[in-house]
C-alpha cells in the first residue's frame, strides 16, 4: 500500500501547481488541481463480501487502483490524462464499480479477468446502479435478517441499511432501499420504480476507460482480453431493455458471432454423429429382451465409447448415461432434446433472419428445392407482408430445419403453442437416414476431411 506522502506535480503548460496529499497509509486522498479545486478521496469503502477495499485481502485492487489513478493524474497515459478533481472522482467511482462488482463473481484478481466477465459487467450497467451491484437482492436480505434479529426496520436509517448490506453511499439506492423496507413491511412486493434515469453511453464509456486503466497497468503488453473494454459501450447499450425500445434488441456482437459459430459447428459435424449413435441405441435397444443384463450394458457403453471418440474435440465433454455424473460429462438425454434441437433453431434464426415467433410458424416441409435449383425456405413473415413468404436459403438452414422435423419439433401447424422448439421431447421410432448423414458409410466424418 502507497505510505504517507504528498506528491508535488509542476504544470508547466499553466504554471500552477496540482497536489495529492496522502494519509492514513492510502486511505485518504487529498487533491488539488490547477484550477485550485480540491476533493477527498476516501478509499476505504465496502466489498460485498464485508471487507473493506483498503483491508489486507484487497491490497491487491487497491494497488491496482491508486497506482492507476496516479498515472493518469501525473500525464504518463497520455490518452487518459486527467487533469481536473471532477474528472478523478468519476474515475474513482468507475474503478471501484468494477472492483466491487469482480469480488462479487468471485474474481479476487485482476488477472483472472476474461472477455465474458466485461461483457456481463457492461450488460449489469446498462441496466443501472441497482443491477450493476446487485444492490436489491442485498438490500432485501439485510432487511430480512435484521428483522429477524427484531430490529425495527422501519426506524433504521439509510445509511445503516447499505452498512449492513456492504454497499457504499450512494443517494440513487435511497428510493431502492424505501421500496424493499416497504415491501417487507407490508408483506408484499411494490412496484419497481426506475429512479436512475437512462444509463448514458458516455457512463458506460467512462467505465470503459477505468477497466482500461486497470488492465494496462496490471497486465502491461498482454492482449488476453481480445477487445479494448471502451469499445463495448454500443454493444452494451444494445442490450437494454427500456420502456419504449426501438428496433429489435440485439446481444453483444462477439458472443453472437461465438454462439452463431457453434450452432453452425452443432449442425454440420456432430449432429450426423448423433443421428447415427441414436439410431444405433435404438437398434440395440430392440435386442435387450434377448440380452443378457450385463451384455446389454457392455454394448451399449460399448456405443457410448465409439461416439465419445468420434466427437472428441467437438464437445465441451464427454457424453454420459450417469444423471449424476460430476465430471463434467454431458448426459445423452440433454444432448438429444436440449442442445441439438437448439444448435438447429440457432441457425435457422441467425441464418434466415427470421424473428422468434417466425420460426415458430414453420411446418413441416418448410424447405424446398435441390442443390441445382436451389432452396427456399417458407414461413409466416411478420410485420410487412403479414403473410407466408417463401425466401431463399442456404444448405445449412435446411438441414437444421430438418433437424428440428426430426425431432418433432415442426408440426403441420408449426411449433406447439407456448412450447419452446429446443425444449420438445425426443421422438420415439427411427425415421429414414439421409443419405447426407450416413457418414459412417461415406467413411468420412463430417467437418474432418
Given at each position: 500500500?502507497?505510505?504517507?506522502?504528498?506528491?508535488?506535480?509542476?504544470?508547466?503548460?499553466?504554471?500552477?501547481?496540482?497536489?495529492?496529499?496522502?494519509?492514513?497509509?492510502?486511505?485518504?486522498?487529498?487533491?488539488?488541481?490547477?484550477?485550485?479545486?480540491?476533493?477527498?478521496?476516501?478509499?476505504?469503502?465496502?466489498?460485498?463480501?464485508?471487507?473493506?477495499?483498503?483491508?489486507?485481502?484487497?491490497?491487491?485492487?487497491?494497488?491496482?487502483?491508486?497506482?492507476?489513478?496516479?498515472?493518469?493524474?501525473?500525464?504518463?497515459?497520455?490518452?487518459?490524462?486527467?487533469?481536473?478533481?471532477?474528472?478523478?472522482?468519476?474515475?474513482?467511482?468507475?474503478?471501484?464499480?468494477?472492483?466491487?462488482?469482480?469480488?462479487?463473481?468471485?474474481?479476487?484478481?485482476?488477472?483472472?479477468?476474461?472477455?465474458?466477465?466485461?461483457?456481463?459487467?457492461?450488460?449489469?450497467?446498462?441496466?443501472?446502479?441497482?443491477?450493476?451491484?446487485?444492490?436489491?437482492?442485498?438490500?432485501?436480505?439485510?432487511?430480512?435478517?435484521?428483522?429477524?434479529?427484531?430490529?425495527?426496520?422501519?426506524?433504521?436509517?439509510?445509511?445503516?441499511?447499505?452498512?449492513?448490506?456492504?454497499?457504499?453511499?450512494?443517494?440513487?439506492?435511497?428510493?431502492?432501499?424505501?421500496?424493499?423496507?416497504?415491501?417487507?413491511?407490508?408483506?408484499?412486493?411494490?412496484?419497481?420504480?426506475?429512479?436512475?434515469?437512462?444509463?448514458?453511453?458516455?457512463?458506460?464509456?467512462?467505465?470503459?476507460?477505468?477497466?482500461?486503466?486497470?488492465?494496462?497497468?496490471?497486465?502491461?503488453?498482454?492482449?488476453?482480453?481480445?477487445?479494448?473494454?471502451?469499445?463495448?459501450?454500443?454493444?452494451?447499450?444494445?442490450?437494454?431493455?427500456?420502456?419504449?425500445?426501438?428496433?429489435?434488441?440485439?446481444?453483444?456482437?462477439?458472443?453472437?458471432?461465438?454462439?452463431?459459430?457453434?450452432?453452425?459447428?452443432?449442425?454440420?459435424?456432430?449432429?450426423?454423429?448423433?443421428?447415427?449413435?441414436?439410431?444405433?441405441?435404438?437398434?440395440?435397444?430392440?435386442?435387450?429382451?434377448?440380452?443378457?443384463?450385463?451384455?446389454?450394458?457392455?454394448?451399449?457403453?460399448?456405443?457410448?465409447?465409439?461416439?465419445?471418440?468420434?466427437?472428441?474435440?467437438?464437445?465441451?465433454?464427454?457424453?454420459?448415461?450417469?444423471?449424476?455424473?460430476?465430471?463434467?460429462?454431458?448426459?445423452?438425454?440433454?444432448?438429444?432434446?436440449r442442445m441439438l434441437p437448439a444448435a438447429s433453431y440457432t441457425c435457422v434464426g441467425t441464418l434466415s433472419g427470421r424473428r422468434d415467433k417466425e420460426i415458430k410458424?414453420?411446418?413441416?416441409?418448410?424447405?424446398?428445392?435441390?442443390?441445382?435449383?436451389?432452396?427456399?425456405?417458407?414461413?409466416?413473415?411478420?410485420?410487412?407482408?403479414?403473410?407466408?413468404?417463401?425466401?431463399?436459403?442456404?444448405?445449412?438452414?435446411?438441414?437444421?430445419?430438418?433437424?428440428?422435423?426430426?425431432?418433432?419439433?415442426?408440426?403441420?401447424?408449426?411449433?406447439?403453442?407456448?412450447?419452446?422448439?429446443?425444449?420438445?421431447?425426443?421422438?420415439?421410432?427411427?425415421?429414414?437416414?439421409?443419405?447426407?448423414?450416413?457418414?459412417?458409410?461415406?467413411?468420412?466424418?463430417p467437418g474432418k476431411e
Open positions: 500500500m502507497i505510505p504517507d506522502k504528498s506528491i508535488n506535480i509542476v504544470d508547466l503548460r499553466i504554471n500552477y501547481k496540482t497536489n495529492i496529499e496522502i494519509f492514513e497509509g492510502g486511505k485518504i486522498w487529498k487533491v488539488v488541481d490547477s484550477s485550485g479545486d480540491e476533493t477527498k478521496i476516501h478509499f476505504d469503502r465496502p466489498m460485498p463480501d464485508g471487507t473493506r477495499l483498503t483491508s489486507n485481502n484487497n491490497s491487491h485492487f487497491l494497488d491496482a487502483m491508486q497506482s492507476s489513478l496516479s498515472s493518469a493524474w501525473e500525464g504518463e497515459d497520455r490518452q487518459h490524462s486527467v487533469t481536473s478533481v471532477d474528472s478523478l472522482r468519476k474515475l474513482v467511482a468507475n474503478q471501484y464499480g468494477w472492483i466491487y462488482w469482480l469480488v462479487d463473481h468471485g474474481r479476487h484478481r485482476l488477472e483472472d479477468v476474461q472477455i465474458w466477465d466485461i461483457e456481463a459487467y457492461f450488460s449489469d450497467c446498462a441496466q443501472g446502479t441497482v443491477a450493476a451491484f446487485g444492490a436489491r437482492e442485498k438490500i432485501r436480505k439485510s432487511l430480512r435478517r435484521l428483522k429477524d434479529c427484531g430490529v425495527n426496520i422501519a426506524e433504521i436509517r439509510f445509511s445503516d441499511v447499505l452498512g449492513e448490506s456492504h454497499l457504499y453511499f450512494n443517494r440513487w439506492l435511497k428510493g431502492v432501499v424505501d421500496e424493499v423496507r416497504d415491501e417487507i413491511l407490508n408483506g408484499g412486493a411494490t412496484e419497481v420504480r426506475s429512479r436512475n434515469g437512462n444509463v448514458s453511453e458516455s457512463s458506460l464509456f467512462g467505465k470503459g476507460v477505468a477497466i482500461t486503466l486497470l488492465h494496462r497497468l496490471c497486465l502491461p503488453g498482454q492482449t488476453r482480453l481480445g477487445f479494448d473494454p471502451e469499445e463495448y459501450v454500443a454493444d452494451a447499450l444494445s442490450t437494454k431493455e427500456t420502456a419504449t425500445p426501438i428496433g429489435t434488441r440485439l446481444i453483444p456482437m462477439e458472443a453472437a458471432m461465438r454462439l452463431m459459430d457453434q450452432a453452425a459447428r452443432w449442425i454440420i459435424s456432430v449432429a450426423p454423429v448423433l443421428l447415427d449413435f441414436r439410431g444405433r441405441l435404438i437398434d440395440l435397444y430392440k435386442l435387450k429382451e434377448s440380452l443378457s443384463r450385463e451384455e446389454y450394458a457392455r454394448r451399449r457403453h460399448a456405443l457410448l465409447e465409439m461416439v465419445n471418440a468420434d466427437l472428441e474435440g467437438l464437445l465441451p465433454g464427454p457424453l454420459t448415461f450417469d444423471k449424476r455424473s460430476k465430471s463434467g460429462g454431458l448426459h445423452v438425454r440433454s444432448v438429444f432434446v410458424s414453420l411446418r413441416r416441409g418448410a424447405c424446398s428445392g435441390t442443390e441445382a435449383s436451389g432452396y427456399w425456405l417458407e414461413s409466416y413473415i411478420g410485420k410487412n407482408p403479414q403473410a407466408d413468404q417463401r425466401t431463399p436459403c442456404s444448405r445449412l438452414i435446411v438441414d437444421a430445419v430438418a433437424l428440428l422435423e426430426e425431432y418433432g419439433s415442426l408440426g403441420t401447424d408449426g411449433c406447439e403453442r407456448g412450447k419452446p422448439a429446443v425444449m420438445l421431447r425426443l421422438r420415439r421410432g427411427r425415421g429414414p437416414p439421409s443419405a447426407s448423414r450416413d457418414w459412417r458409410k461415406a467413411g468420412a466424418r
